[in-house]
């Protein structure tokens, strides 16, 4: 356990993931919030935000979702969906399906493996019910290099990583959907799946795919911020562990939290260039922050903010049709870029 003089850690130590910067994505703790409707009220009360309802990712809370859904709703998880309901699906999501992107790896000695997976594929189907769109089954597989040292963590070649999620794009998209949108539970995969969206532009697509970029509501944050009892870290922290205490507070070990530190040894100091070890020599444990404060009620206030921001980008992806028709044009002028695409306007002719 860290000494009380350590108390508090400067927040230009902040880092999120993989050596990366907090972004607007990861920054309210590393962890993606997910439905209101599916966190289990840990005191057992009912009403409220949570309505006390059953955990969707326990057999009780799937056999209760599935019994009191109506016959008339359709499903927004695509395993889930019929081939019949299947086209109706495509059109009220406006063609936009969701993409739920983690890792697997280890998040201190106190969260499961698979936290952002859980986390990203959470915050996709809560904001999806709240704006209809259609959530892909989670994608487990990202950029994760950094923590191939630690037990669990599983990782993919970066040639076959790259070509698995273009297929499943490709696939989503051969399925009716023209809209692709991303949604990260893991700050190491922000540099990857940026260039991952940019090299949509090598080829001509019928399909456009979107990385979500979600800014919280100001007010939610300064709510997030005045009940943390620490304002650094980023992975395995206090913010990171109270989202999974509010979505899965079964698989959470709190207990454990303190046998391990998860301060930064700093061990590259004055480089001024990025290193592939940046992550490793700061955190080695694989543990950033002090989890020992977290509770479920920051987690689910957390969450809610974090799922209400997230539909707001739903809402902007389906009202988006410049996009497509900037990319239409791009691949019609990149095919030959000195060809004039269109004729400007008639010089005067000279007075003779």
């Known amino acids: 356990m860290p000494g009380a003089e350590d108390e508090q850690e400067p927040r230009a130590e902040h880092t999120c993931s993989a050596g990366r910067h907090p972004t607007e994505m990861s920054q309210v703790a590393g962890f993606y919030p997910g439905p209101p409707h599916a966190v289990k009220d840990p005191a057992g009360g009912k009403g409220g935000l949570w309505g006390g309802s059953a ?37 009220r999501a406006k063609g936009v399906c969701v ?13 499961p493996l698979g936290t952002d997976v859980m986390a990203a594929r959470a915050a996709a189907i809560g904001a999806a019910q709240r704006e209809y769109a259609v959530v892909f089954p989670e994608f487990y597989f990202g950029q994760i290099y950094e923590a191939r040292h630690q037990p669990g963590c599983i ?7 790259d070509a698995l999620l273009q297929d ?8 009716g959907f023209e809209k692709v949108l991303i949604v990260n539970g893991h700050g190491g995969n922000d540099y990857w799946l ?30 997030i911020k005045a009940l943390q009892k620490t304002d650094w870290g980023g992975h395995a922290c ?37 290193t592939a070890m940046f992550w490793y020599a700061n955190f080695p444990n694989h543990y950033a922050g002090d989890a020992s404060p977290a509770t479920a009620e920051l987690g689910k206030i957390a969450l809610e903010a974090g799922v209400e921001a997230l539909a ?15 990319q239409e044009e791009f691949f019609g002028r990149s095919e030959a870029p000195l060809r004039k695409t269109a004729r400007g306007p008639k010089r005067p002719r000279r007075a003779r």
């Open 312 to 326: 707001k980008v739903y809402r902007a992806i389906k009202r988006d049709q410049v996009t497509a028709k900037l």
């Open 155 to 161: 990782t993919i070649r970066p040639e076959v990583l």
């Open 168 to 175: 499943v794009c490709d696939e989503i998209a051969r399925n």
């Open 238 to 274: 206090e913010l990171e562990t109270s989202g999974i205490m509010a979505i899965r507070p079964d698989l959470v070990q709190l207990e454990k939290a303190g046998e391990e530190s998860g301060r930064p040894l700093k061990r590259l100091q004055g480089l001024d260039a990025f």
């Open 55 to 91: 955990n969707p990712w326990s057999e009780e809370g799937n056999m209760r979702a599935r019994s009191s859904r109506p016959a008339a709703a359709l499903p927004v998880q695509w395993e889930e969906l019929t081939a019949s309901d299947f086209p109706q699906a495509v059109r």
């Open 99 to 111: 993409l739920p992107v983690g890792v697997i790896e280890k998040h201190g000695p106190h969260l």
């Open 194 to 223: 940026n260039y991952f969206c940019q090299t949509q532009l090598s080829a001509p697509r019928g399909y456009v795919v979107y990385v979500a970029v979600r800014a919280l509501d100001p007010q939610a944050r300064e709510r």
